[in-house]
């Protein structure tokens, strides 16, 4: 804990002294936000000027048209100052641009028009003035027109673009195109947007902002420009920004999250830019920055094609810095990471489909990362990741699919790379030999059917180090494989369904084995052999299944009306030669450190495993039961209700009558079943040792011996699974039957009570599940893993979110991987704040971004894709 507090404390002190440097910054970014806000009382200006240089010849020239001018109180012309005033719901006209102010006055021979928005007794504007051009709205205290060359100046002017308003204290328009505005705020918040509150959420502030307005688009161009929430200054502080008004993507800035990870430092991550490319292509590069000299690159590149493919490239390359350099405990870690989606639309080809999922790291990627996603997602729990690239094609008039894939598989507890490059399969799609020509397949003859295939591969192990060089593909085996299966079945004496089947292999392989002793390293070697070698095998088996209902009825005042049992049960005969026979070729022998003549096959470790030792003529039994009760209900609207009582218990093992010890197998029961209305889910196994097992002294591996009937448990596996939210306390209250006053602005949410207390319901789920392991098998003391886990998250307002999750080791005392969140919903933006207080990586993340579309690009808030609404494909 102390250290926790001395990590806070710096953090605390790292932010007030941002804050303090900004604000300072912020003196010549912005003015007060009241005056950027507020309205202007009194105009220090010359109102007969557009502070333009006159040009006597433009004065003199004749209106283009008539000007339309009316009052609701009285209007009054001068002909000594060639001017016409009026007052009260003023209007002048003029072509396409229409006033509507309390004062307007016009000058007949310089075509300018002032007009002002009404005031008070104290002279402060309370009602705006209104212009309309081209069907659009602009509000202003003030403002000086110009008829003739079509220029403006304005005063604590309101314009509305897309989803934003600017305010400005001084406006200046040149043309229909350009504008020029001092000390403005731009702001998306929708309250403030339709008047609905007097002060936005948040706005951005600028001391010089340019409007340029087109007809396709518009965008503007600022100078310095800072981020306020709730009217306070925030470290967000650009040097310039452009923000386009748009519905198609654009380029911008990609806004950082920022926190502290103890083992690395204070960071940025996420800060980058985003480049939209074409119609089909948009490219994100991302940055994670650390104070210790930790640095991460991010490049992603997406594309779409609509009805066709989507997909992204993505890649991660960046050094971990830990410690100080010179001291015992620095490290520099290179990390990587390459990955590629691609998913092809089940509409674009039926018959040939192409799809991608590939992720390959470095070996020590997820222990080294500095992309914090990684930790609060839990990839760095990963002990293991498969990438695979998959090609399908299928025939309309011929029965064959044929499918090509490339498999990259990754062990991080080991270190080992399990390369498939590639796997082939064509395989023929099922039919049956004697099929009628009309009417329903009947009789074993006629239900007999084949499924056959061949399949090509090439596969390798291997570590980091090797990876594409020669050793690798020295290593590489490479094998082919055919398989054909035959199976029937039919219906014996109405209730036995009896099934035959038999089963062929023939392998082909380029590498086989040869095992020796060596004496010099006590160790037994494994050294492979180029040449082309195959085997076959085959197997048969025949099934005999059927279905027992049992019903038990309760009387009519039981609680219980029924309980039903269903069982299932199944015998099978399973035949297989003995391939180890010295006849078939498969099996070698080999000297040991006894001088004992020890069988192996030389398939063993190959492509597609090896031939079975030992003669296989065993009968096999399976029970599968389902229980179930019904009980009367109030509740349920048929008065009765189901209960899953055992929704599967299933019983199974074998005897071997051709082993020539241990007959019998062990013995497996897995069961799965759900209660408390479905909720709560249940799924346990266990595996039962028929045998005596014995410890000789010294040793904790023990012998089966032939001593039936002492049955031991070998393995145990208990999962449980219990989802609940608010709802498992009854139906939730409807506050707006209780409380008849509503909330208003920014309130809509709430209710209140007569004393003005705000209610709301918060909802909230919480995931609980606990998992126990017991795993023995032949050694002298078992493993027991015990775990128990929480996942859940609660909404104390509209507005606030909490979520986390953790996990207890039972066995070590433990807690495991532990994060704390939450989300704050400010209606314009949001505000995250991730931590992680314990573990490997104890890290805290903090971000804040806008929601409006139009800043998702400009100042990229959420990484928009290519399926959001306002995409242009």
Same mark, same amino acid.
């Given at each position: ?45 010359? &109102?007969? =000027? ?137 702001? /998306? ?57 748009? *519905? ?39 940055? *994670? ?47 990587? &990471? ?123 192990? /291997? ?79 025949? =099934? ?132 408390? *209305? ?21 040793? *904790? ?10 049955? =031991? ?151 928009? =894709? ?8």
């Amino acid at each position: 804990m102390t250290a926790l507090a001395r990590s806070i404390f710096k953090s605390i002190l790292l932010i007030l002294n941002i804050l303090i440097f900004n604000n300072i910054l912020a003196q010549s970014v912005t003015q007060n936000t009241d005056k950027s806000n507020g309205v202007r009382d009194s105009l220090d200006i010359n &109102r007969d =000027s557009l502070n333009i240089k006159k040009d006597t010849a433009v004065a003199k020239e004749p209106l283009e048209d008539v000007v339309k001018m009316k009052a609701e109180q009285k209007s009054s012309s001068s002909i000594a100052n060639k001017q016409t005033t009026l007052h009260k719901n003023a209007q002048i006209i003029y072509q396409d641009m229409q006033i509507d102010a309390d004062y307007i006055r016009f000058e007949w021979e310089t075509g300018k028009i002032y007009a002002r928005g009404e005031q008070d007794e104290k002279g402060k504007i309370i009602k705006p003035a209104i212009a309309t051009q081209a069907g659009k709205k602009f509000e202003y205290n003030e403002v000086i027109y110009n008829t003739k060359t079509k220029q403006a100046i304005a005063f604590n002017a309101r314009t509305e673009e897309s989803e934003g308003v600017i305010v400005a204290q001084k406006t200046k328009k040149y043309n229909d195109s350009v504008f020029f505005m001092r000390k403005a705020i731009y702001t /998306t918040d929708e309250y403030f947007l339709k008047k609905k509150d007097s002060l936005p959420d948040y706005h951005m502030s600028a001391p010089n902002i340019k409007l340029l307005k087109a007809k396709a688009n518009s965008q503007i161009v600022t100078g310095p420009i800072q981020m306020y929430i709730e009217q306070v200054p925030t470290p967000l502080i650009l040097p310039f920004a452009i923000l386009p008004f748009s *519905d198609k993507r654009s380029a911008g800035i990609l806004i950082p999250s920022f926190g502290e990870r103890q083992d690395v430092g204070f960071f940025l991550n996420g800060l980058g830019y985003y480049q939209p490319i074409g119609d089909h292509f948009d490219l994100k590069i991302l940055s *994670d920055i650390y104070t210790k000299g930790s640095w991460n690159l991010r490049p992603e590149l997406n594309y779409l094609k609509k009805y066709r493919y989507t997909g992204n490239f993505s890649a991660d390359y960046g050094y971990t810095v830990r410690g100080i350099k010179g001291l015992d405990d620095y490290s520099k870690t290179k990390t990587y &990471r390459i990955a590629w989606r691609h998913s092809q639309d089940s509409k674009a080809n039926p018959y040939l489909t192409f799809n991608a999922s590939v992720d390959i790291v470095s070996t020590k990627f997820y222990n080294n990362t500095v992309n914090n996603n990684y930790l609060f997602n839990q990839s760095v729990l990963n002990t293991q990741q498969t990438s695979r690239v998959n090609l399908t094609k299928r025939f309309v008039d011929f029965p064959v699919t044929i499918n090509a894939s490339m498999a990259y598989s990754q062990n991080f507890a080991t270190g080992l790379t399990d390369i498939r490059l590639p796997d082939m399969t064509v395989a023929i799609n099922q039919f049956y030999l004697f099929k009628p020509k009309t009417g329903v397949r009947t009789g074993l003859l006629e239900n007999i059917n084949v499924n056959t295939g061949l399949a090509l591969s090439n596969y390798v192990t /291997t570590t980091e180090d090797q990876l594409f060089k020669k050793g690798m593909w020295e290593d590489m085996k490479t094998g082919a494989k055919n398989n054909i299966s035959m199976s029937t079945n039919t219906t014996i004496a109405k209730y036995f369904t009896f099934t035959i089947a038999a089963n062929a292999d023939n392998v082909l392989t380029t590498k086989t084995l040869e095992k020796k002793y060596n004496p010099l390293t006590n160790m037994v070697e494994n050294n492979f052999k180029n040449g082309i070698a195959g085997y076959s095998t085959f197997s048969a088996s025949t =099934s005999l299944q059927t279905v027992l209902y049992g019903q038990k009825n309760f009387s009519k005042t039981s609680a219980i009306v029924a309980i039903r049992h269903m069982i299932t049960p199944s015998m099978s005969f399973n035949y297989s030669p003995d391939f180890g026979d010295e006849s078939w070729g498969y099996f070698k022998k080999y000297a040991n450190a006894r001088g004992e003549m020890t069988p192996y096959s030389i398939f063993e470790n190959g492509i597609y495993g090896a031939p079975t030792a030992g003669l296989t003529q065993s009968v096999g039994f399976n029970i599968n039961n389902n229980l179930e009760m019904k009980i009367r209900s109030k509740t349920d609207s048929t008065g009765v209700k189901k209960v899953k009582i055992f929704e599967n218990l299933n019983v199974s093992g074998n005897y071997n009558f051709a082993a020539e010890r241990n007959k019998w197998s062990v013995f497996t029961v897995n069961g799965q079943s759900s209660f408390l *209305d479905n909720k709560l889910n249940v799924n346990t196994s266990l595996t039962i040792e028929p045998y005596e097992i014995v410890y000789q002294e010294g040793s *904790d591996i023990g012998v089966r011996t032939e001593n039936f009937g002492h049955f =031991s448990l070998q393995g145990f596996n208990l999962q449980l699974s219990y989802p609940m939210s608010e709802a498992i306390f009854g139906k939730k209250e409807e506050l707006s039957k209780k409380y008849k006053k509503k909330g208003e602005i920014r309130n809509e949410n709430y209710f209140f009570d007569d004393d003005n207390y705000s209610r709301y319901s918060p909802t909230w789920t919480l995931n609980v599940n606990a998992n126990y392991a017991y795993t023995k098998g032949l050694s002298r003391f078992g493993n027991k893993v015990a775990t128990f886990g929480l996942d859940g998250s609660i909404k104390l307002t509209p507005y606030w979110t909490i979520n986390g999750s953790t996990n207890y080791d039972i066995e070590t005392k433990e807690l495991g991987y532990t994060r704390l969140g939450f989300a704050r919903d400010q209606r314009s933006f949001t505000i995250t704040f991730n931590w992680v207080p314990f573990g490997q990586y104890k890290v805290y993340d903090f971000f804040i971004g806008i929601k409006a579309n139009i800043l998702r690009d400009a100042v990229k808030y959420k990484q928009r =894709s290519f399926t959001q609404p306002n995409s242009p494909f």
